[in-house]
């Protein structure tokens, strides 16, 4: 099992969110999270991805212990084990598409040309390869989040989280970033943990998992 999750419990002053939720994801799956909002969802998906701690419970990625990494040690796991993609897709407007694709593997201390070759190709393999050279701000919506797609995968994750990945598109890009998820899945058997309330991106999965009241329902 590539990802397991036990228990997982966490209040905010005095909501408890989440109740003891266990979870599990194959190497290769395309996992889906429902629910209504309030349910606990990006929490959980947060909690599992290292931005946020749990009160209690245990979390293992390729049967490494997350839960007791800290410091340094936690900060360079997340970066090249864990690729997320967002809402908003939180490009640095400064940089082209391929340096912001860069980044996550120039922090890693990876070698700059081989880092830029491999962004290079991400982003033709997601239909990018001559919008390399432009800025966010001269990219369309759905471009821009296929670069942080790209972002996400730049140092090989063993899984992506995606926290409501298409609620910023319209629905043509939208489809077309659903597409892209199977697509990157078949082709290089990438995991994705996607939060998601479009019910056509959910039904695109291998699994979904419906979530309510800080539980995934059985």
Not at 18 to 29: F, Q
Request: net charge neutral; aromatic share 6%; proline share 4%.
């Amino acid at each position: 099992m590539l990802l397991r999750a036990t228990g997982i419990q966490k209040h905010y002053a005095q909501l408890h969110v989440l109740k003891g939720v266990d979870i599990s994801v194959s190497k290769g799956e395309i996992v889906s999270i429902v629910g209504s909002s309030g349910a606990g969802k990006s929490t959980l998906l947060h909690i599992l991805g290292t931005l946020d701690m749990p009160d209690s419970g245990q979390i293992f990625l390729n049967d490494i212990p997350v839960h007791t990494l800290t410091g340094k040690k936690l900060a360079a796991f997340r970066n090249t084990q864990i690729g997320f993609v967002f809402q908003f897709h939180h490009l640095l407007p400064e940089f082209t598409a391929l340096e912001n694709v860069c980044i996550p593997g120039w922090v890693a201390g990876r070698k700059r040309k081989e880092v830029e070759t491999e962004a290079a190709r991400l982003l033709d393999l997601l239909g990018l390869a001559n919008r390399m050279d432009n800025k966010p701000n001269m990219l369309s919506g759905g471009e821009q989040q296929r670069v942080a797609v790209a972002r996400a995968l730049i140092n090989k994750p063993a899984v992506v989280f995606a926290d409501e990945p298409t609620g910023n598109l319209d629905s043509k890009n939208a489809k077309e970033l659903h597409n892209l998820f199977v697509q990157l899945r078949n082709e290089l058997d990438q995991t994705f943990l996607i939060v998601t309330h479009n019910e056509e991106l959910a039904t695109m999965s291998n699994r979904v998992l419906h979530m309510k009241d800080g539980l995934i329902l059985p």
